[in-house]
């Protein structure tokens, strides 16, 4: 199994027929580990694959676009989430993270790899996206 960054293809496409809402609906992140296959062609949430552990809820956590985001940079739109913490969790090899819609159908919007297994014990377990501006970072390329 493999997780692959990138934003999700059915998220693109529904970009276009108003699906998401930015301003009322509830987007979340989930956390997965090494069972996990997730990337582009991922449209929803799914629990398999999902870590478990202590301080960590199936589904994961409730994320929101940051402050000043989407914006635009020549022909690319980037968008930039909250930072996200799982307060004194235990989690163990955990590879990546599902961004998706709860308030549609858990519609999938984007995937990140974390490249390599992270772990929390008995402490915080904390989720800092990269600046959008910069590689890793996810952006929608419109050139």
């Known amino acids: 199994m493999a997780i692959t960054q990138g934003v999700c293809t059915s998220f693109l496409s529904e970009l276009f027929t108003g699906v ?10 989930a ?12 449209t929803a ?25 989407p914006t635009t940079s020549g022909t690319q739109v980037l968008v930039d989430w909250d930072d996200v913490t799982w307060a004194s969790s235990t989690l163990t090899g955990v590879m990546g993270a ?3 819609n709860s308030s549609k159908a858990n ?13 929390s014990q008995s402490g ?5 996206w990269p600046d959008p501006s910069i590689s890793p970072a996810l952006r929608l390329n419109a050139g």
């Open 45 to 69: 949430y799914t629990a398999t694959g999902e870590i478990s552990g202590t301080g960590y809820t199936a589904a994961g956590a409730t994320v929101a676009v940051a402050a000043g985001y």
């Open 107 to 119: 519609r999938a919007v984007a995937v990140y790899s974390f490249g390599a297994g992270v772990n």
């Open 124 to 128: 915080a377990f904390d989720i800092a």
């Open 98 to 100: 599902l961004i998706y």
């Open 20 to 29: 998401h809402d930015f301003s009322a609906d509830t987007f979340k992140v």
């Open 31 to 42: 956390l997965y580990g090494s069972s996990a296959s997730l990337g582009r062609s991922t």
